[in-house]
């Protein structure tokens, strides 16, 4: 060798431009938080602020990390710098600086930004987390806190009140309750956040908008305010489709200081398609010790895992799902799927639902209108073979499609599907069904329901064991074994019923009330004649309370106003 050296040129058409703007980097940021790559992530957050400097969620990503680094003084630094230059209106901020001090056991100063905190802040987002500390100072200062105000505590009770109100689905209630308190506190932005979740759970989406939408104006970072405003518009038509998949990228930004807000956001990106930015509020939920041991939540970010292209982690977190949880039928049907999925590719739809049975209806609904849209003419042809030849599955989900064609060969395939003796109960249901989806005017058996509630499947990341209790005690209570369409007519309603509920959907503590008063509404639904007293004695529960409790259900899904424009000869007095 000579030691003569020559470089070979490389084409010029080689480079590849990259917009390396404030998503780009906050994009790396929350990959290196995700590997603990700590100084990486902060690195990646400077640069965020650097190009976006009047955003204050920047500057509080940056002091979040810095916090979680030890480095409290800078991370004060930080959150300082938001009050006083970017949006004073940030009062959170001032919690985090108590927390910091907190860690750097500066109690005297700790108190100062608490009690500011505490003075200044009248939504009260953190007001039980800040009593907490109270408790923690007053030990490490041996004395009681300062006189103070707190500003959060004019009306909280009557705020109490009406949270409680909602959980146990007194949403008319709730609402008067907060309208009357938004008048003395107009600012009250927890207050507001929860009078437009009882707007929207009793079908008033116009209002529970405008509630919400004067709440962010007030305070465009309202966390809670954001995720309601996109789980409102992702309902309300193609244009507020558009919009909220705005508001999931605008979401998708947004690193939460604590638990409760970081599962509230994981969750509504979830909904909202947005994988990626969920995967990483999951997998920082797992992080701390009470989430570690929780299955749910290693389902959910397995599914999120999954969906955002790392199979691996993804079978990692239901392998783990099945140790809490062995019971978890969707983690179970996922890792069995795994071994073809890692060959061939994913090629079903995999939801957040924790149950399988809610996981496969989810799934039928997308593959047959997916199928639909591809050619109308030779999917109808399928269809007909279908109830022609199919066996018993087939034919099911072929029905629970219900497509509404009008040629004649597909209302002959339902008539003799329908009127077959032979056939299961269900199937000629089905088949009944579909003809009256079809603008066929069949006459009913009275066991069918008039009204028809949506089979879509309801858009929640979970189905919680206690929802199903509710319709298992309703099932086990009016249904016999081969009453397949009483059985899918109370799960209608119920689904339904969630599906305007989410995300805050009830404890649901007393699930025989409950029950009893899906029963009724359901029976009333198809023209029956029970009374209150007569469900109460299935259920062993007072008249009274089968009636408040079909109240709460008929506020949410509008059930009297549906019956009477349905059929005013048929309405029944609820």
């Known amino acids: 060798m000579n030691g003569n050296y020559r470089r070979e040129k490389k084409p010029q058409n080689t480079v590849v431009s990259l917009t390396m703007d404030e998503s780009f980097f906050f994009e790396r ?94 939504s009260g987002q953190f007001l039980h987390e800040a009593e907490e500390m109270i408790e923690l100072l007053q030990f490490e200062l041996k004395r009681n806190l300062r006189q103070h105000h ?7 009770d009557r705020h109490e009140r009406a949270r409680t109100m909602l959980e146990e689905g007194m949403f008319a209630e709730a609402s008067d309750l907060l309208e009357q308190l938004l008048e003395e506190y107009p600012d009250f932005a927890a207050a507001a956040n929860n009078l437009a979740l ?62 409760e807000h970081a599962f509230k956001l994981a969750t509504t990106l979830g909904i909202l398609d947005e994988h ?55 983690a179970r049907y996922y890792v069995e799927r795994l071994p073809e999925w890692k060959q061939n590719g994913v090629s079903e739809l995999v939801s957040y639902h924790y149950r399988l049975e809610a996981v496969k209806r989810s799934e039928l609904w997308r593959r047959w209108e997916e199928r639909l849209t591809q050619d109308s003419s030779s999917m109808q042809e399928t269809l007909i073979h279908t109830l022609q030849s199919g066996n018993e599955e087939e034919k099911r989900q072929v029905l629970k499609a219900f497509y509404s064609f009008t040629d004649e060969k597909w209302l002959d395939a339902l008539r003799v599907l329908a009127e077959d003796s032979s056939e299961n109960q269900e199937l000629r249901s089905l088949a009944q069904q579909a003809l009256k989806n079809s603008g066929e005017n069949v006459a009913e058996e009275k066991e ?110 509008n059930i009297k106003e549906r019956m009477t424009m349905h059929s005013r000869d048929h309405r029944k007095g609820l």
């Open 276 to 330: 990626e930015a969920a995967y990483q509020h999951f997998r920082r939920l797992l992080s701390g010790e009470e989430a570690s041991s929780d299955a749910s939540i290693h389902h959910y970010c397995g599914v999120a895992a999954l969906l955002s292209g790392r199979i691996g982690i993804a079978e990692q977190m239901w392998k783990q799902t099945l140790k809490l949880d062995p019971e978890a039928e969707a």
């Open 29 to 122: 940021a929350v990959r290196a938080l995700d590997r603990y790559q700590y100084d990486k992530a902060l690195k990646y957050f400077r640069k965020t602020v650097e190009l976006k400097p009047g955003n204050p969620v920047n500057h509080c990503n940056m002091a979040g990390i810095l916090s979680e680094m030890g480095n409290y003084e800078a991370s004060n630094e930080a959150l300082l710098h938001v009050l006083e230059h970017v949006d004073p209106s940030m009062t959170e901020c001032r919690f985090y600086m108590a927390n910091n001090f907190a860690n750097m056991e500066r109690f005297e100063e700790a108190e100062d930004a608490l009690l500011a905190y505490l003075e200044a802040d009248a």
């Open 448 to 557: 069918r329901s008039e009204l028809q509630f949506s089979r879509e499947p309801a858009e929640l990341p979970v189905w919680e064991k206690r929802w199903q209790d509710v319709l298992d005690t309703a099932i086990r209570a009016s249904c016999a074994p081969s009453d397949f369409g009483l059985r899918r007519d109370l799960e209608a309603l119920w689904t339904d019923f969630l599906r305007r509920l989410y995300p805050d959907v009830p404890v649901f503590s007393y699930a025989q009330g409950w029950a009893a008063a899906l029963d009724y509404l359901t029976d009333k639904l198809r023209r029956g004649e029970s009374t209150y007293e007569e469900i109460g004695q299935r259920y062993g529960v007072s008249a009274s309370t089968v009636g408040r409790y079909v109240k709460r259900i008929d506020q949410v899904c």
């Open 198 to 259: 009882a707007y929207y759970y009793m079908g008033m989406t116009d209002r529970a908008l405008k509630t919400v939408e004067d709440v962010l104006q007030k305070e465009p970072g309202n966390l809670h305010g954001l995720c309601n405003l996109a789980i409102f518009r992702r309902h309300s038509g193609p244009e507020g489709a558009a919009e909220a998949a705005q508001l999931a990228r605008r979401l998708s930004t947004v690193i939460p200081f604590h638990r």
């Open 150 to 156: 707190v500003l959060a505590r004019q009306g909280s």
